[in-house]
């Protein structure tokens, strides 16, 4: 499981319409809070999602009166954004092309990502979120800026 965080002071993703005279709809906006870019590989298991709801979570990306990085985002009552990304785990290393084959398929991902959003909602924080496999627009204002990589294998997980 691989995340990229971002500390935001606020960021929406829209959803695209199909039809090019249809605008786009807002799926999730929040203000201050993490916008996560959340992607899957076919080895994760409910492990690797509570571990990882559990750090960030956990995670202390907020400063204090002093200046310091020391408040949670349930410290600072911030939100959560969470956004499916599969490309998270492209592999750029042969050709021009990214191969995506570390990528969970959709059947697998789908129940993860729920999964997933149900272990963060389960700390009582709120939680907005894109749309699985849509086409989407995500703007963001990232605070700080901080910006952090997590990643999670699954114990002697090995590629398909």
């Known amino acids: 499981m691989r995340i990229l965080l971002q500390r935001v002071s606020r960021a929406e993703v829209r959803i695209r319409s199909e039809d090019i005279e249809t605008p786009s709809r ?11 870019f959340v992607g899957f590989t076919h080895t994760d ?10 750090k960030i979570v956990g ?11 020391n408040h949670g985002i349930a410290e600072r009552a911030g939100t959560l954004l969470v ?10 290393n042969k050709g021009k092309r990214p191969s995506f084959v570390d990528a969970a398929r959709p059947e697998t991902a789908i129940p993860l990502y729920e ?14 979120t894109g749309e699985f496999g849509a086409m989407m627009d995500v703007e963001l204002v990232n605070d700080g800026p901080v910006t952090i990589w997590l990643e999670r294998e699954a114990p002697n997980a090995a590629s398909p």
């Open 26 to 36: 807002v799926s999730g906006r929040i203000q201050s809070g993490y916008l996560l």
């Open 45 to 54: 298991t409910h492990t690797e999602l509570k571990w990882m709801a559990d």
């Open 115 to 128: 999964q997933f959003l149900l272990l963060l909602r389960q700390h009582k924080i709120e939680v907005q």
């Open 59 to 69: 995670l202390r990306l907020f400063a204090d009166n002093d200046g310091k990085i």
């Open 83 to 92: 956004v499916s990304q599969f490309t998270l785990y492209a592999d750029v």
